[in-house]
């Protein structure tokens, strides 16, 4: 969702003649997007400013402004902290940053634009409209909906981003037409619950949105993120076995395994319901790859909770997972919850869930030794350049040789996987003979 809202921050400063420099030092405006979700996301944003204060001492004409979930949750307070920063500018006023540039320009000083507005359209409409959506690459981020009703907790999303609000299907079904037009092979559809996606509007559920979607001539691929386990449907778990495009891969975050913990977080499923839905979607689509988060050390959790997790991790059998240490966010309820856990305790049990999860994924990846893999052909690897990288349909990155076969960005290629690691999957492109095929002829290109 911030890559997302970081493209839209370039869009829509475009037309003002403002273009992205990889080198802070040639700036004339830095913005920076901030994370709010945990602490240590929000000690990074104030201790970056202070790095910048230099920066601006050298320039005076240099603009600084802080965009994002931070800016929302501390408004004015980043002003006292860090005063070389001239704007600041919460999740629902990207669209207005043309003119809070234009105004900074002129020497206005120290303006904060955290207002929440009532519709997704306000939010996002100008900013699509205005915007020149040059779309380069295989792969982009849709968003459906903005803000979040389920109120877990330990969580600041509602209230930095906002009550949840869905977009109109037309308006999704425009964008995504106009990148597959531009290129694009693979869409990702993005809400912090698609699960509820158009409840509040009637505007269909989430698994008639993919339908739609899915008809969109050019789209070769569809995900989702982030769904939530009490909102998820027979209707979604069916469209994993009949929508061929959509991926067969779901984070379906837990968060816990203890019934206890779940109540409090207030997350509205029991572990029981969460495995129950395990085993509807592996049925459905047997082949599916399930991915979740866990946070370890919520206030009061006890040994017993904590085991609970760990018996739900194996049980749920994951291909991999994210997990957290429990952090304090002043927004949330869970800030004043007794029985917090010392740092120590927390990041014992966070080590334990990291353990077990690469070893589940280490033995997972070793069992594709062998197998045919369709890859999506990003570009090529960040590590090794003569090597080429691309994602399975279940996510997975995979860095493949393909010696002397040009032109392979935004095909859907079969790899024969040789390697599995961690996080990550190597082999060679896949021939019947097991041969690289023949460079492409300028015949065969044009065909
Ligand atoms: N909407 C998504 C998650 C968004 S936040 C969902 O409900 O699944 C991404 C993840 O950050 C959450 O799943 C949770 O595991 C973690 N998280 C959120 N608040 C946290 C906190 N206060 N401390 C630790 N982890 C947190
Ligand atoms: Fe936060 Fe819960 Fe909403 Fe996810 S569903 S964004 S964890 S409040």
């Known amino acids: 969702m911030n890559v997302y809202d970081s493209e839209a921050m370039a869009r829509v400063l475009a037309p003002m003649g403002y273009e992205l420099t990889a080198h802070k030092k040639n700036a004339d405006c830095l913005l920076l997007n901030t994370c709010a979700i945990r602490a240590k996301a929000e000690q990074k944003v104030f201790s970056y400013l202070g790095r910048l204060t230099g920066l601006k001492g050298n320039n005076p004409d240099l603009l600084i402004g802080v965009g994002g979930c931070v800016a ?84 600041v999303v509602p209230h930095v981003r906002g009550r949840e609000m869905s977009r109109a299907s037309q308006a999704i079904l425009a964008e995504v037409e106009s990148l597959a037009a531009k290129g694009v092979k693979e869409i990702t559809l993005l809400g912090q619950n698609v699960n509820s996606y158009g409840n509040k509007e009637g505007f269909g559920s989430f698994a008639e949105l993919l339908g739609l979607v899915h008809e969109v001539e050019g789209v070769e691929r569809i995900r989702f993120t982030t769904s939530h386990p009490k909102d998820l449907s027979q209707e979604l778990i069916q469209a994993f076995a009949e929508l061929p495009k959509l991926c067969k891969h779901i984070h379906l975050p837990v968060q816990s395994g203890s019934n206890r913990i779940l109540k409090k977080m207030n997350r509205g499923y029991t572990r029981e319901d969460y495995l129950g839905k395990v085993c509807a ?59 917090k856990l010392s740092e120590e305790v927390k990041g014992r049990r ?19 030794i062998g197998s045919k893999q369709q890859v999506l052909v990003e570009g090529r690897s960040v590590q090794n350049p003569e090597q080429w990288r691309g994602r399975t349909g279940g996510h997975v990155t995979v860095n493949f040789l393909a010696p002397a076969c040009g032109g392979l960005v935004g095909k859907q290629v079969d790899v024969l996987i040789e390697n599995g690691y961690s996080n990550s999957l190597s082999g060679k492109l896949w021939t019947e003979d097991g041969d690289c095929p023949k460079p492409p002829t300028e015949e065969s290109h044009a065909a």
Not at 77 to 83: C, E, L, M, Y
Not at 311 to 320: E, H, K, M, P, V
Not at 350 to 365: D, G, N, Y
Request: net charge negative.
């Open 72 to 155: 929302q949750q501390e408004a004015k307070k980043i002003f006292d902290r860090a005063p070389h920063v001239d704007f600041v500018f919460g999740p629902h006023a990207i669209n207005r940053l043309p003119e809070i540039v234009a105004q900074a320009e002129q020497g206005k000083r120290h303006a904060a634009a955290t207002e929440f507005l009532d519709s997704f359209e306000e939010i996002t409409q100008p900013l699509l409209d205005k915007a020149d959506q040059e779309q380069s690459g295989v792969s982009a981020f849709v968003t459906i909906m903005s803000g979040c009703d389920n109120y877990c907790t330990y969580c």
């Open 350 to 368: 966070l080590a334990q869930v990291l353990e077990v999860s690469e070893e589940i994924a280490r033995a997972k990846h070793a069992a594709m």
């Open 281 to 339: 979607l592996r049925e459905a689509c047997p082949e599916i790859r399930l991915t979740t988060d866990i946070i370890a050390g919520f206030p009061s959790e006890t040994e017993e909770d904590f085991q609970d997790t760990m018996d739900l991790i194996r049980q749920a059998d994951y291909d991999s997972l994210f997990a957290f240490m429990y952090s304090d966010r002043p927004l949330a309820p869970a800030v004043k919850f007794p029985g």
